[in-house]
Nanobody
Framework: QVQLVESGGGLVQPGGSLRLSCTASGFTFTTYAMKWYRQAPGKERELVAAISSYGGVTTYGDSAKGRFTISRENAKNMVYLQMNSLKPEDTAVYYC??????????WGKGTQVTVSS
């Protein structure tokens, strides 16, 4: 069965850093693009970052550009999101997503990131 399990969330002060991890299993990881989304209370789900199956192409949402970095280690079936210079508006549940050539997409259950002093 397919599983995506996020970890690394928590409480951090403004200006701090966190690294989120997503561990994948149950599908051919190397054929899937991986994405990070986030959703804050009362707001729409937002794309944070995406990375192609072999890591050659990355895409970032406007809010993440210059501060966040997505990466993957295909040998470990893992994808990461390094978040620096965190702001209170980054507070959200962060979700790991896997998308292949055809449906369905797969989603993790999310990890909470709270940026507050």
């Amino acid at each position: 069965q397919v599983q995506l399990v996020e970890s690394g969330g928590g409480l951090v002060q403004p200006g701090g850093s966190l690294r989120l991890s997503c561990t994948a299993s149950g599908f051919t990881f190397t054929t899937y693009a991986m994405k990070w989304y986030r959703q804050a209370p009362g707001k729409e789900r937002e794309l944070v970052a995406a990375i192609s199956s072999y890591g050659g192409v990355t895409t970032y949402g406007d809010s993440a550009k210059g501060r966040f970095t997505i990466s993957r280690e295909n040998a470990k079936n893992m994808v990461y999101l390094q978040m620096n210079s965190l702001k209170p508006e980054d507070t959200a549940v962060y979700y790991c997503n896997a998308r292949g050539v055809i449906p369905p997409e797969y989603w993790g259950k999310g990890t909470q990131v709270t940026v507050s002093s």
